[in-house]
């Protein structure tokens, strides 16, 4: 059966929305900071720079810095986040089941992610998920959320419309950037920000994670 909705072209973050990554980040983003002997940032403040571009992370993280210290730093949280925990880092129960629902109702899928290409590219292939999106860009190839280019750029290649678009993330730089780029959006709660967060940048939705996405769908069957 078709679905009576006007979306055809999903945009998926990945950290906290995809994967569950979030703590992850936050423990190599602390621990670096220790190590390189700056001030250990809060786990708030590091839950509040996730998805953004890892330059706007150091400027809002550690703004008194200088060049040498944020080479430093940046050399030090790429090595605490691959290496430094071997333990391998999960997708959310469930969000394959989801996604490959999606795909078989012949929405596309794509990603937009603070990560640099290397770093997608390096958990695609950790979970087999290397080809499975239609398209992705990341912070290294677009102007960084909130700035509407990932999603403008993605829609472009994917040849579809605003109004055929929906954005899915957990943050609220996720947000901004749907709204930036006149795309609806859907928060999830299971990642960097929490309903009361989400709430003030007008979602379509809230969800606890990414799998209810398909029920709301669903209830749009003709």
């Known amino acids: 059966m078709k679905l009576h909705n006007p979306y055809s072209f999903v945009i998926f973050d990945w950290d906290g929305t995809i994967m569950d990554s979030t703590d992850r980040i936050v423990n190599a983003m602390r621990k670096s900071a220790k190590n390189i002997g700056l001030t250990i940032p809060s786990e708030s403040d590091v839950k509040g720079i996730i998805g953004l571009s890892m330059q706007a992370c150091m400027d809002r993280l550690f703004p008194q ?12 949280y ?54 499975y999106f239609h398209s992705s860009i990341c912070a290294d190839e677009a102007a960084g959320k909130p700035h509407p280019e ?4 993605l829609m472009e290649g994917a040849g579809f419309k605003p109004l055929q678009t929906l954005v899915v993330g957990d943050s609220v730089h996720d947000l901004h950037m749907a709204k930036n780029a006149g795309v609806d959006a859907i928060g999830v709660t299971s990642g960097a920000n929490q309903h009361h967060e989400l709430d003030p940048l007008s979602p379509i939705a809230i969800f606890e994670n990414v799998v209810e996405l398909k029920p709301w769908l669903e209830t749009r069957h003709s």
């Open 65 to 76: 810095a200088d060049e040498e210290e944020r080479a430093a730093l940046l050399e030090e």
């Open 150 to 153: 990932m999603v403008q750029r």
């Open 78 to 131: 790429r090595f605490q986040y691959v290496e430094g925990d071997n333990t391998p880092t999960p997708l959310f129960e469930g969000v394959i089941e989801s996604l490959e629902w999606l795909k078989s109702h012949d929405i596309l899928i794509a990603v937009a992610t603070g990560k640099s290409r290397v770093g997608l590219e390096r958990v695609l292939r950790e979970v087999d998920l290397l080809n």
